[in-house]
């Protein structure tokens, strides 16, 4: 079947432009995350969408950062006014539910380069 | 592809040999514990997990064990094979009710031939 996919897979933006990243869950996944994954670097929770809860915003680095999941699939990923520091690869993973599943399907990722 | 990680912590090891990939974790009130491999270029791939109330799980090739005395996870891998080579992170989540998982920053792994 088919995992979860993101859209683009590479993205090269001058700074102070505005970004968004697609991420298309695996279907019938309930949750879906937004991780940041810098060079050298473990994977930075940033947001996650449970059902038609409010999202967990918490990880979000700054107010820059703002995602939306439209009829409880697709989710978009915004940064507004990028930085050179926002360059990284962003990863979407999906899972059943928090009470279902814990294990977490992942996209290939976007990578993001601000020159 | 490209390397997810310039400065990781490396293991190498020769192909058929045995691996095992530390784990150090933060919360002791941590209820689950998954461990992860990340090829050059792609997401991380799920390996196996384990839960709090044990401390030992095994899969196809590969173990976990889990000491929450000194808060240590180790993935083994029998007989590594090249394929094998990529980066492990171990991740866990906190008995929160929420699925918010915390990386570590990884280890790279090398399998000559």
């Known amino acids: 079947g088919a995992g979860v996919s993101q859209s683009p897979s590479n993205k090269v933006t001058e700074k102070g432009k505005d970004v968004e990243l697609r991420c298309d869950p695996i279907s019938g996944h309930t949750a879906l995350y937004w991780y940041r994954q810098s060079l050298g670097q473990g994977l930075e929770f940033l947001i996650y969408f449970q059902g038609n809860s409010a999202p967990d915003k918490s990880g979000l680095p700054s107010d820059r950062f703002s995602a939306e999941r439209t009829g409880g699939s697709v989710s978009t990923l915004t940064i507004q006014r990028t930085q050179q520091e926002d360059s990284a690869v962003y990863l979407c993973?999906?899972?059943?539910?928090?009470?279902?599943?814990?294990?977490?399907?992942f996209g290939p990722g976007t990578r993001l380069t601000v020159t | 592809g490209e390397s997810v990680g310039l400065h990781l912590p490396t293991l190498s090891v020769q192909e058929g040999d045995n691996s095992i990939i530390n784990c150090a974790y933060s919360n002791s009130a941590s209820d689950y514990f998954i461990w992860y491999k990340q090829e050059s270029g792609k997401g991380p791939q799920f390996i196996i997990d384990i839960r709090s109330n044990m401390d030992k799980r095994q899969g196809q090739r590969v173990t976990v064990l889990l000491n929450k005395t000194v808060k240590h996870l180790s993935l083994q891998i029998a007989a590594t094979q090249p394929g094998d080579s990529a980066v492990y992170f171990c991740a866990e989540k906190k008995n929160t009710g929420f699925q918010k998982l915390v990386f570590g920053t990884g280890t790279r792994l090398l399998v000559s031939p």
């Open positions: 993973a999906s899972s059943l539910g928090a009470v279902l599943s814990l294990e977490q399907y």
